[in-house]
Every structure is written in C-alpha cells, then in structure tokens.
C-alpha cells in the first residue's frame, strides 16, 4: 500500500470526502442513517471554513482515506474520521499530527461518550477527558477531551 499524505482539502474533494464521512460514520453507528445527514455535513464543513477552520485528507493510493476540520483560533477539532478500510493503520495518527501542527499549544474536541474506540484512540494520542457534554443534534453524552503542549 502506498503511503499516506496529509494535504489541504479542495473543492474537488468533497464528494469524496462526503462519501468517506457517510460510510465511516454508518459503519460506527448502523442504527443511524448518515446517508440522510450528508447535506448536513457539507453545509456544516463549508460554514467552519468561512469562519476560518482548516478541512484537511489523507490520501492513499489517490483515495481519501480521512478527513479532519480544525479551527487554527482556537483549537478545536470539529471532524476527524477515517475510512473503515484504514483504521487502524497511519491515517488517523497521521491526521492528529496534523492537527498538532495547526495548534502547537492546545487541541478540544467533543466525542460521543459511547464511541469507545474513538476514546481510546483519543487517549493514546495524549488526550484526556475535560468535560460532559451533550451532542447538539441528538441530545446524546459527549465527552470534551483535551490535549495539551
């Protein structure tokens, strides 16, 4: 397998990225419909861009493999999701390094709190959990979780 790159998304890369996000999140909670929740996405992506948020892939082999939404402001991690196929493997390690990059001091992020791979993935990358929260469009727990320099 070739190895994975971490690049600024394009316009040209939503579709893909969209089907990725969709398929990722299904897979993780298959009671849910993500087909139904894909214009939401794009719509909610493209607002945290124009508020100045960074929407960066990883790409293998010319597939997007992942995806992360980071505000440079303010630390906060919005999207990080990688595809079903790599997880596991370099990509989300590799997309947390990116994020690290973007802000060198401090990264939050909201997690659902039955997402216990996620959590765990979280916590070995130096994460601990800050806070409770509730998910805004299911009223579902969250964790906040926190990384720091």
């Not at 893909?16 to 849910?32: C, E, G, N």
Request: proline letters at 3%; glycine letters at 6%; a neutral charge.
């Amino acid at each position: 397998m070739a190895a994975t790159i971490i690049r600024a998304m394009t316009q040209a890369d939503f579709p893909a990225a969209l089907d990725m996000w969709v398929a990722a999140w299904q897979a993780a909670y298959p009671s849910i419909d993500f087909s139904t929740r894909r214009d939401w996405a794009k719509n909610h992506i493209a607002g945290l861009e124009q508020q100045g948020s960074l929407s960066r892939v990883a790409v293998n082999d010319g597939k997007i493999v992942g995806l992360l939404v980071i505000d440079p402001d303010t630390g906060y991690l919005d999207q990080i999701v990688v595809a079903t196929q790599v997880q596991g493997g370099d990509a989300a390690r590799l997309l947390i390094d990116e994020a690290r990059r973007t802000c060198p001091e401090s990264i939050d992020l909201h997690v659902n709190a039955d997402n216990t791979r996620a959590i765990e993935f979280y916590r070995k990358n130096g994460f601990v959990i800050s806070g409770a929260d509730k998910n805004a469009r299911s009223g579902a727990p969250t964790h906040k979780m926190s990384w720091r320099a």
